[in-house]
């Protein structure tokens, strides 16, 4: 194979996109802050790929190998980083994206009746967004609130004791703020 065609393993991710964007001013600032807190670039990553995440949105092929290429770390490690933590969205996201807890004190609260109305509601199941684009539905093992099961996040927003009624006050008052 001729080296014109060969590709190295850090510049393969996701997808075959091997461009990377280039990282915002403030990305870059609010990154080099995190490196002051840290031992050695390769402990950042993580800290980077929550940075792109809050002011893009989600973490894209291209924004991951910005920061591979910012961080000097193989691109490879940071997928590795990314994949393994599910609140880094490597695909778009909702406005509003809701983490709703399916552990066993939920299921014995009832959450599969809520996750039928949520599903019914808003027409997404677990992983899918909204038409509106203003929600994304996402499961997680626990939200450590099991004694207000069934109990699930919008955003920064715990809400507990979940019923129909209540998903339904908490949609409408999510829904295109």
């Known amino acids: ?85 599910n609140l880094v969205y490597r695909h778009p996201v909702g406005k509003n994206v809701i983490l709703f807890c399916n552990s066993v004190s939920c299921w014995i609260m009832g959450c599969e009746g809520i996750k039928d109305h949520i599903k019914d509601k808003l027409g997404i199941d677990f992983g899918e967004t909204s038409v509106s684009g203003d929600f994304t539905l996402i499961p997680v093992p626990c939200l450590g609130d099991c004694d207000r099961a069934p109990v699930m996040m919008v955003g920064e927003d715990l809400h507990r004791n979940l019923t129909p009624e209540i998903i339904d006050k908490i949609v409408l008052d999510y829904q295109s703020n």
């Open 1 to 85: 194979m001729s080296s014109a065609n060969t590709v190295k393993h850090s510049d393969v991710i996701a997808s075959t996109t091997t461009r990377a964007r280039k990282l915002t001013a403030e990305e870059i600032k609010e990154i080099e802050h995190e490196m002051t807190l840290y031992p050695d670039k390769q402990a950042v990553g993580l800290e980077a790929l929550k940075i792109v995440q809050k002011h893009q949105g989600w973490v894209s092929d291209e924004s991951l190998l910005g920061i591979a290429r910012y961080l000097d770390i193989p691109a490879a490690d940071l997928e590795s980083v990314a994949t393994f933590f």
